[in-house]
C-alpha cells in the first residue's frame, strides 16, 4: 500500500498525485477523464479507463484430463457459474460425440452463450449476455413463480390423478436450474468487477443477497420435483380423505413459501418472524398423514414418506428466507 499526500491547489481543490507505475500499465494520458465511484464504506476507487475490457476472462479446459460426461457436465456449469466469459474446450484427438453433446446440452440449458467456433480438436463457447439487461429482482421472481406454479400443479395432479402433468412438473426442473445458474453467474461477476455493479444499478451485498435467496428457491424447486415424481405412485391407490390431507399440507407449504417472498420483497421484518414462528403448525398436518402411511402397502408408504419430507423441507427452507431477510434487514 502506497500513502500519498493530499494537497490544495487554489485555496479550494484537493489534488492527490497517482502513481507512475499505474498511469503507464494503463496508458493514461494527460487531459483523460477518469471515475471516481465512491463506495457504501468511504472508499474512493478508481477504475482505469479499460476496465471492462481488462476483467475479460478465459477459461481453457483439456477434454484429456475429463472422465466421463457427468463431470465434464458439473465442470461446464461450475466455469458458467464463476462468470467466464469466453470457455476453451480442447483435444490433441477428435473430441468425442459424447462429450459434443454434453457441450451443445449445455449451451443449451445455459442463458446466454453461443458457440462462436467449432472444429474437429476445439470447441470456443462465448457469453453475449449483458448482465445489465437482466435484473436480478425480474430473474429471482420468475425463478419464484416457476417453483410456486410447480407446487400448485403438483395438487392438481394429486387430484385429478393426472400422470402427465406429474412428469411435466419433473421436467420443469431444467428451467428453475438455469435461471438459479444465471443469478449465480450475475452475483460473480458483480463481486469481480465493480462497474457491472454500478451498470446493473446494485450492490454487492444485495447481488450475494439475491443469490442466497435464488439458492434456496432452486433447493425448494428440487422438493416440488420430488413431490411430483411420487405422485403417480399414490394417485391411485389412496382414499379421497387421504388424497384431501396431502393437499392440505402442500398447500400449507406452498403458502409459506409465498409469504416468505412477500415478506422479503417487501422487507416486513415482523412478518417474517410470525412466519416462522407459525410454521410449526404444519407438523400436526404431516404427522396425520405419517400415521395412515403406516398402514398402507409398502411402495405407497415410501412415496409418503418422500413426499412429507419433502413438504417439511419446503417449509423449513421458506423460514430460512426469512431469517435471511431478518438478518439483511438488522
Request: with cysteine; proline share 3%.
Amino acid at each position: 500500500m502506497e500513502t500519498r499526500k493530499v494537497q490544495i491547489t487554489g485555496g479550494s481543490s484537493y489534488i492527490i498525485s497517482l502513481p507512475k507505475e499505474w498511469i503507464n500499465k494503463n496508458k493514461i494520458h494527460p487531459k483523460d477523464a477518469l471515475n471516481l465511484i465512491i463506495q457504501e464504506d468511504k472508499i474512493l476507487l478508481i477504475p482505469p479507463k479499460k476496465f471492462k475490457k481488462l476483467n475479460f476472462r478465459e477459461k481453457v479446459i483439456n477434454l484429456e484430463d475429463i472422465e466421463g460426461a457427468s463431470y465434464l457436465f458439473r465442470l461446464l456449469i461450475g466455469v458458467y457459474m464463476m462468470g467466464y466469459s469466453m470457455i476453451i474446450l480442447q483435444a490433441k484427438k477428435r473430441i468425442t460425440i459424447e462429450y459434443r453433446e454434453v457441450i451443445k446440452k449445455f449451451v443449451n440449458d445455459a442463458i446466454g452463450l453461443e458457440i462462436m467456433d467449432e472444429s474437429p480438436y476445439q470447441i470456443k463457447i462465448k457469453d453475449l449476455l449483458n448482465p445489465a439487461e437482466m435484473p436480478f429482482d425480474t430473474i429471482t421472481n420468475r425463478l419464484y413463480l416457476l417453483v410456486k406454479n410447480m407446487l400448485d400443479d403438483s395438487r392438481i395432479a394429486l387430484n385429478n390423478k393426472d400422470k402427465d402433468l406429474s412428469e411435466n412438473i419433473v421436467k420443469r426442473d431444467d428451467d428453475i436450474d438455469r435461471l438459479y445458474w444465471l443469478i449465480a453467474r450475475q452475483s460473480n461477476l458483480i463481486l469481480k468487477n465493480l462497474i457491472i455493479s454500478i451498470e446493473v444499478g446494485i450492490e454487492t451485498k444485495n447481488a450475494n443477497f439475491y443469490y442466497f435467496i435464488s439458492r434456496i428457491i432452486e433447493r425448494i424447486g428440487d422438493h416440488a420435483v420430488n413431490i411430483a415424481k411420487h405422485i403417480p405412485i399414490i394417485m391411485e391407490r389412496l382414499k379421497e380423505p387421504q388424497i384431501n390431507k396431502i393437499n392440505t399440507a402442500i398447500q400449507a407449504a406452498s403458502d409459506i413459501f409465498s409469504k416468505s417472498i412477500k415478506i422479503w420483497q417487501e422487507e416486513n421484518m415482523t412478518e417474517a418472524n410470525q412466519i416462522i414462528d407459525s410454521a410449526g403448525n404444519l407438523n400436526s398436518i404431516l404427522n396425520e398423514i405419517n400415521n395412515f402411511a403406516i398402514n398402507t402397502e409398502n411402495e405407497v408408504a415410501i412415496a409418503l414418506n418422500y413426499i412429507i419430507e419433502s413438504i417439511r423441507r419446503i417449509a423449513d427452507y421458506s423460514t430460512n428466507i426469512c431469517e435471511l431477510t431478518i438478518n439483511f434487514l438488522v
